[in-house]
């Protein structure tokens, strides 16, 4: 199996609704990332988990909490959002953080178009 | 932080034609990745490349990592209208307990048929 899987696809939400994305991957990665992408640009990294254990946050709004329940699952909760918060959020996994050597590059979920009203 | 210079920003070519884009960095790498993202979709990873010098093909691509760890390309040959989207290089460096990965801004390509 080499699928990162997120649900849902879409999600609109209005500012006060309080939401959760969820990504799950069976690669058997040590690593996870939240990604947010806006339209025609790269992804920009939000969090990154290694072990389970939060490793990265890049100064991202408390409006967005990520949640690691085991090595497979990553949630991102959402509340309070902003319109300027619709984006693409995409997860990703890699076998590690921070080893040395090949094959840790990241794979990719689909990802979840999320609007904010 | 670092930077990616990919090149071309966008590219209208016809059906049959070949594709190159390519990415420089003022800092080295240990691996180069190319991705391609379809509209509403994640980006797939197409080709990995982790020593210097290194071609690896995948079909109808290509792409080099390259001699100075500072630049890949990557070629489309006799390219077809399915790929059209968006190609992002990625450089990354890992290890001694730090990981960072820079994407390119990316190369929009359009197929003409």
């Known amino acids: 199996d080499t699928e990162v899987t997120q649900t849902p696809k879409h999600l609109v939400m209005g500012m006060t609704n309080k939401k959760s994305l969820k990504c799950e991957q069976h690669?058997?990665?040590?690593?996870m990332y939240w990604y947010k992408q806006k339209a025609k640009k790269p992804p920009e990294l939000m969090f990154v988990?290694?072990?389970?254990?939060?490793?990265i946050n890049e100064s991202v709004p408390s409006r967005f909490s990520p949640e690691c329940p085991n090595s497979s699952l990553l949630n991102l909760h959402l509340h309070a959002l902003q319109p300027e918060d619709s984006a693409l959020y995409l997860c990703?996994?890699?076998?590690?953080?921070?080893?040395?050597?090949?094959?840790?590059?990241?794979?990719f979920g689909p990802g979840t178009r999320l609007t904010v009203l | 932080g670092q930077q990616l210079n990919q090149s071309p920003q966008s590219m209208f070519i016809q059906e049959g034609e070949d594709v190159s884009m390519n990415c420089t960095s003022s800092s080295i790498f240990n691996t180069w990745l190319w991705y391609k993202q379809e509209p509403g979709e994640g980006p797939v990873l197409l080709i990995a490349?982790?020593?210097?010098?290194e071609l690896t093909s995948n079909g109808r691509l290509t792409a080099q990592f390259g001699i100075t760890r500072k630049d890949s390309f990557l070629n489309i040959s006799a390219s077809i209208p399915s790929d059209v989207g968006i190609y992002f290089c990625?450089?990354?460096?890992?290890?001694?307990?730090?990981?960072?990965?820079?994407f390119g801004k990316g190369t929009k390509l359009s197929v003409i048929p």
């Open positions: 690669m058997g990665h040590r690593a």
């Open positions: 990703a996994s890699s076998q590690s953080y921070g080893l040395a050597g090949n094959y840790n590059e990241q794979f």
């Open positions: 988990y290694s072990y389970e254990k939060l490793s």
């Open positions: 490349l982790y020593k210097a010098g």
């Open positions: 990625a450089g990354l460096r890992s290890g001694a307990g730090s990981y960072q990965l820079t």
